[in-house]
């Protein structure tokens, strides 16, 4: 049982939104993410504002398809980390077609 007082109405939009007229949502396919309890049907919250920094949840562009994943840079090195064990690092060579189109900075889910 949860304690405490009733705070009134909440509004999720005012609650997950930093940046309104730069701020998506995606719905997640594939269970890429789990292992950062993002799962197939959850919806990302995606603010094209914010600029990926090392270990961040990005959605990125790469070879013209939009993938879900963790962002990580080792000196000019991009790598791109799901948070399942069964899918590979992806290296990202500066030839590479990919963009970063956004940081997520929430999920919404629903439990039923």
């Known amino acids: ?4 007082e009733l705070e009134g109405a ?3 939009h005012d609650l997950l939104i930093t940046h309104p007229a730069a701020t998506f949502y995606v719905r997640v396919e594939g269970d890429s993410m789990v292992g950062a309890g ?3 049907g959850d919806m990302v919250i995606v603010d ?3 600029e990926a920094r090392n270990g961040d949840l990005i959605i990125a562009v790469l070879d013209g398809e939009l993938t879900l994943k963790r962002f990580i840079k080792q000196k000019n090195q991009v790598c791109l980390r799901a948070e399942n064990p069964d ?5 990202i060579p500066p030839n590479k077609d ?3 189109w956004g940081v997520v900075s929430g999920c919404v889910k629903k439990f039923r």
């Open 87 to 91: 899918y590979p690092d992806i290296q």
């Open 1 to 4: 049982m949860v304690e405490g």
């Open 98 to 100: 990919f963009m970063i």
């Open 38 to 40: 993002i799962f197939p």
């Open 48 to 50: 094209r504002a914010l």
């Open 10 to 12: 909440l509004d999720l």
